[in-house]
């Protein structure tokens, strides 16, 4: 009998709570006034995650929206494009910042099923100079994507197009560590078609808030401007970055257990051989199930509620495994299934 003695979030991997060594850690944290540029765990922070990417310089960012958005407001002016996949997190869940903030235009295109887009219609996207069209600016991939690891090939054949074009290229990897641990390939390798690359550190790495852009020297001090004027200029933040410290020394290897973990749990709800829902392959640390009416998701996911488990009520059910999982709530997870599905 499995006692339900804690809560199971399996809603997404931005739920992990900063663990008391993490939080110790912050408080430990050199702090100044990083408006000034003055404080000294934010300047080493930034150092350290510029020279992880071989990036000129890096930026400190409140979240990955904010880090995706100045990226493209510091990419494109107004009346310029960017070409995007139309899942992608920086078109579909970011309010539409660039339109509203930047008169920057998107141009999506459909996403294929492993994550990437086709160069082809990518190429058929970029604009001729002409005054009736917005100018091609930038192209904007995402990896992991729905916990997807992207095509190394995709990725080059889209930095030729980019080169042959004069565009620019930006990366949302909000979970590229996942992409990094999962496919191990030098990150650096995974990093260098692209001009700039945004970073989470809330999700599976376990801080409180926090992501990071990297780019040229221009493109950071472009940002720089843009991060004030939005607002997320930060003074003593480096309890903060001291967080993303410790997540760069302790969570990425660590990143592992959570795909091992995915993949358990894909594997005995596929075994439960149940009519009403499919699961698709895991690559890192998301399942995906589709079920067969959006009334038995919703019934599942109160079962599982009842049970001290969150998961979404959605048709298309996705489960996210990260550092508050453990291998031993896999099971809980599988039983609270059964029952549910009786
Ligand atoms: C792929 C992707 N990019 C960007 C973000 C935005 O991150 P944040 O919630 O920190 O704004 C998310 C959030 O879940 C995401 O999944």
Not at 68 to 77: F, P, V
Not at 229 to 237: T, Y
Not at 285 to 296: G, P, R, T, W
Request: glycine share 6%; charged share 20%.
């Amino acid at each position: 009998m499995i006692i339900a003695n804690k809560t199971i979030d399996l809603r997404s991997d931005t739920v992990t709570q900063p663990s008391a060594a993490m939080r110790e850690y912050m408080l430990a944290a050199q702090t100044g006034d990083d408006v000034y540029g003055e404080d000294p765990t934010i300047n080493l922070l930034e150092q350290r995650v510029a020279k992880l990417f071989a990036k000129e310089s890096a930026l400190l960012c409140t979240s990955g929206t904010q880090s995706n958005l100045i990226a493209l407001l510091s990419h494109c002016q107004r009346g310029e494009e960017y070409i995007v996949g139309e899942e992608y997190h920086t078109y579909r869940y970011e309010a539409g910042g660039a339109a509203v903030l930047g008169g920057i235009v998107p141009q999506t295109v459909p996403v294929q099923a492993d994550g990437s887009l086709s160069v082809d219609v990518l190429a058929s996207k970029i604009k001729v100079d002409d005054p009736h069209f917005p100018i091609t600016r930038l192209i904007a991939l995402e990896n992991t994507h729905c916990g997807k690891i992207v095509s190394p090939e995709f990725i080059s054949a889209t930095r030729i197009l980019c080169d042959k074009h004069n565009l620019q290229l930006h990366l949302d990897g909000a979970r590229l560590f996942n992409a990094q641990v999962a496919s191990n390939t030098p990150l650096v390798e995974m990093v260098a078609p692209f001009d700039s690359v945004s970073v989470c550190f809330s999700k599976g790495l376990g801080t409180p808030i926090g992501s990071v852009l990297v780019g040229s020297e221009a493109l950071i001090k472009r940002a720089r401007r843009w991060r004030k004027m939005l607002g997320g200029g930060m003074r003593q933040a480096g309890i903060i970055a001291a967080s993303l410290d410790y997540a760069l020394d302790n969570n990425i290897e660590r990143l592992a257990a959570d795909h091992e973990n995915a993949h358990l749990l894909a594997s005995k709800l596929q075994a439960l051989n149940s009519s009403t829902f499919s699961v698709e392959p895991v690559q890192t640390n998301m399942v995906y199930l589709h079920f067969e009416s959006a009334d038995i998701a919703k019934k599942v996911s109160n079962i599982l509620q009842q049970e001290g488990i969150k998961a979404p009520s959605s048709k298309k059910m996705r489960l996210v495994t990260h550092l508050d999982i453990q291998t031993e709530d896999v099971e809980r997870i599988v039983q609270g299934f059964r029952r549910a599905l009786v």
